[in-house]
């Protein structure tokens, strides 16, 4: 079932994200890791028809086949096209928002799986590295211990 296949995908892409050294290739993994989950309810839900209508986002197909995942759909639209900026090195990631990014993809990706009455491994803590290397980490400022 390709269906599956992409989910399966979708958690080795959240895998690789997790373990990126750099902010921007935990972001576009992440990244990825939801695109390939939304490409995993569509290739489930749509029908064979989709080529009549010519070629569409497939953020903008996931509200018509999902509509409970619209707002989720809006957000990795918006991130689509900041991924494009900065794989062309035309802004810069910064460690918060990659590791924000990585959470709401495994949100993403677990509600997509249990949408379509998958297997998913809900709960990924151990595959959040707690910092990315050379890159100032979430954690407390000194003196706050």
Known sequence: MAALDLIERSEESLADASHAQRSAERYLHAQLGALRAAAALVAARSD?????????????????????LAEWADFFAWSTARRD?????????TPREAD???????????????????????????LITPTVAGEPG???????A
Not at 85 to 93: A, D, E, M, N, P
Not at 103 to 123: I, K, N, Y
Not at 138 to 144: D, S
């Open 85 to 93: 900026r900065i794989s062309q090195g035309r802004i810069r990631v």
């Open 100 to 126: 924000d990014l990585l959470r709401q993809a495994e949100t993403f990706v677990d509600l997509v799986a249990v949408t379509l009455g998958m297997p998913h491994r809900s709960g990924r803590a151990d």
């Open 48 to 68: 064979l028809g989709l080529a009549e209508s010519g070629p569409q986002s497939l953020w903008a197909l996931l509200p018509g086949l999902a509509p409970e």
């Open 138 to 144: 979430p954690g407390l400022a000194a003196g706050w």
